[in-house]
């Protein structure tokens, strides 16, 4: 394996109950009350194909006046429950052990800018370091494109990468991208969920990873 | 079957992701910060357990004051996070079903009066209901002792009851108590992880339960 390509909350900062809790009250301020396991298991999804699947649970479409909002005042909700990042646990090591053994990595999040720059500051991410984000693409997980371009500006094939993600919407967009894939639990899907969607080994979180990269045949 | 059982929280109510918020929260301002995944593992086992997995994750003993403040300082913030409760979808009309059709159940959560009586009020759960809280028994889940609380108040016996709950708690209480299990994906947890625990039947909410029941043998 040549490559590892990272998705970012859920996988690298812990940053998925407060994202699920702002969307719930987010919604529920706009007369949408949705029950927060549905909303648990659709965040990582592009931002369009959430408030889609909102949309489809409302029995409505959303114009997009309504999903401008929603997002916006998502975000403010976020920012007032969860000001500061917090790194999962093992995060910041094993990134600095891939920097310090040369092992290939990039970063490929639904997630844009500014909103990410807090978290890869936090990783120490290097700007050398390939950071696609959802401005850089069409197509949102559980397209592929993201880690598509990820890969290509990485300078690897496909076959030598693989994904490392929380959600079962890494792991289906790693299949259609021809990648490998690694679930951790640290998003809160269960283990069957995640070997289900098609992860080769599930870890609990980024020091689990760090101590098995054996297994990955990472290692140089 | 003869009676049934249910949970509250994340079972009838969608409390769960207010709850591991307030948690995480709590906790970080008592400079403990846990993952948000672990913490919502956690949800629902009794309070003293929960805070000695906190302290088993932190590798070392909390206080009784400090556990007193951590429980104090979740229930400020959940209060804030979530003023009104929400039914589950169709937990009402299930309830509203169970009476007119003369079916016995009960309530049993690691909860506290009088911290649930909304809960109870917005489910219209009627004063001749027997609700088994955390005060009125020794151990809460995954000790039998709510359950088995519940189901001698109800009069019937153990092999006659169906436990319904959203966590993996519920079930193993379930099964301590000599009880079959139901399990519901409205707190979050993964259908395998349930079923793993030993749910019979796992529906997605109270509304699919309700749709299901011919499939329990609890119709009359």
């Known amino acids: 394996m040549q490559a590892l390509i990272f998705d970012l909350d859920g996988t690298l900062v812990d940053t998925v109950y407060a994202h699920i809790f702002a969307w719930q009250k987010a919604l529920a301020e706009a007369g949408m009350a949705i029950e927060g396991w549905r909303i648990h298991r659709k965040i990582g999804m592009s931002g369009g194909l959430f408030t889609r699947a909102v949309a489809r649970e409302l029995?409505?479409?959303?114009?997009?006046?309504?999903?401008?909002?929603?997002?916006?005042?998502?975000?403010?909700?976020?920012?007032?429950?969860?000001?500061?990042?917090?790194?999962?646990?093992?995060?910041?090591?094993?990134?600095?052990?891939?920097?310090?053994?040369?092992?290939l990595f990039g970063?490929?999040?639904?997630?844009?800018?500014?909103e990410i720059n807090g978290s890869?500051?936090?990783?120490?991410?290097?700007?050398?370091?390939?950071?696609?984000?959802?401005?850089?693409?069409?197509?949102?997980?559980?397209?592929?494109?993201?880690?598509?371009?990820?890969?290509?500006r990485m300078g690897v094939s496909a076959g030598d990468c693989y994904v490392v993600g929380d959600a079962v919407w890494d792991l289906l967009a790693a299949r259609r991208?021809?990648?490998?894939?690694?679930?951790?639990?640290?998003?809160?899907?269960?283990?069957?969920?995640?070997?289900?969607?098609?992860?080769?080994?599930?870890?609990?979180?980024p020091a689990e990873l760090h101590r098995s990269l054996d297994e990955l045949g990472v290692l140089p």
């Open 120 to 152: 890869l500051d936090i990783l120490g991410i290097r700007p050398e370091t390939v950071v696609v984000e959802r401005g850089d693409v069409l197509r949102a997980k559980p397209e592929p494109d993201l880690f598509l371009a990820c890969q290509q």
């Open 177 to 205: 991208a021809g990648m490998l894939s690694i679930g951790l639990l640290s998003g809160g899907y269960g283990e069957d969920e995640l070997s289900k969607a098609g992860a080769y080994r599930v870890y609990r979180d």
């Open 59 to 103: 029995g409505r479409d959303l114009t997009p006046e309504e999903v401008e909002a929603l997002q916006q005042r998502h975000g403010e909700i976020f920012i007032q429950l969860l000001p500061e990042r917090r790194p999962l646990p093992g995060a910041i090591e094993l990134i600095r052990f891939l920097y310090a053994n040369n092992i």
């Open 107 to 114: 970063i490929a999040t639904s997630g844009r800018r500014p």
